[in-house]
């Protein structure tokens, strides 16, 4: 496919596509129906769909039973361990290899025209970014994930908690497992705006954004404070009505999930002439940028909060005046500090 029938390159060659982004019409206001409805597929395919797939997966046949779930052990522990790592490496796995290591469609449709292994950086262990971000998900962060995840199974086989079943309670769940990507999004934006925090962001978040151009297995490469923060959205299955099939949808959203915001492509090709949208841009021009797009979109978060990056070149224009203000304001708060003289 000739990207740029759909997009335009600059001088450094980094792609962007015609159109401006959009956040989803959830809570766009004038409110439509209409926009809504047109836009509902989207939430449910390709990603949401996928996810929830290999969750039902993971319940109905890698999760071991109940009575064995309700005694600590680390032959099942290790195998819910062993079965989210298998999901990490596959999805992850086989997106970076195609993309990235064959690069079946060499740099058409990528943001940034670079890949990051013709790159070596000291940032990274080894220097090499993708060896940096493999030992930090599969070191830390899938072993936090899966710590969360035998908390709520062991909860839930000894009773511990306002679980439901699907027989009493089918509409309830279904209006949590709809939630559930909401729910993801609005503590993200929470949790992403605290660890912008400078003293958190050092210590803490600047792990992730050594990725500045990020490939699917920069998800999940995040320092081990960030990995606990990340997945605390799900302790709300501790809190109101819910199912271990939704927790575990909820903890793979998290995890596996994370790989669409840093597929660094705006589109994968699945012919010569197809492709379908990865729905990659925002999070990309987070790790751009840095001070944008907080959220990934669900909820008009940062449209509310001045920080949203539609990826055009207005946005360029609107992000540095956004930018020129603050330097401003801190610019007359340090003018006003006693003793402070020209």
Known sequence: MDDLQLGIRDKRGHWRPNDALKGSPLLAFPWSLKRVLTWLPSYFLPWNALFFGLAAVSWLWLTPTKETLATFSWDWVALV????????????????????????????????????????????????????????????????????????????????????????????????????????????????????????????????????????????????????????????????????????????????????????????ETTQDKAFQTHAQAHYLHHKYFEVNYSDGLLPLDQWFGTWHDGTSEGDRLMKERFRQIKARRAAKHSSFPGHSE
Not at 114 to 121: L, M, N, V
Not at 132 to 161: H, K, M, Q
Not at 168 to 180: F, G, K, Q, R
Not at 206 to 225: D, E, G, I, R
């Open 81 to 268: 361990f062993l079965r989210n790592a298998a999901i990490v490496l596959v999805v992850f796995g086989l997106l970076e290899l195609r993309l990235y290591v064959l690069r079946r469609q060499a740099n058409r449709f990528k943001y940034n025209p670079a890949f990051p292994a013709d790159h070596r950086s000291s940032v990274f262990m080894f220097g090499h970014q993708a060896f940096d971000s493999i030992i930090r998900t599969f070191g830390t962060g899938v072993p936090i994930w899966t710590a969360y995840e035998v908390l709520y199974l062991w909860a839930w086989a000894n009773g511990i908690g306002p679980w439901a079943v699907f027989s009493d309670n089918p509409i309830w769940l279904v209006i949590i497992a709809l939630m559930i990507p909401v729910i993801h999004d609005l503590h993200f934006y929470l949790i992403h705006r605290l660890i912008h925090v400078p003293v958190l962001y050092k210590w803490i978040h600047s792990v992730h954004h050594n990725s500045v151009n990020p490939s699917p297995w920069s998800s999940l490469s995040m320092h081990p404070v960030e990995h606990l923060l990340y997945w605390s959205d799900s302790l709300v299955h501790l809190i109101l009505p819910s199912h271990p099939l939704l927790a575990i949808f909820h903890l793979q959203l998290n995890g596996v999930g994370a790989v669409v915001g840093h597929i660094g492509f705006d589109r994968i």
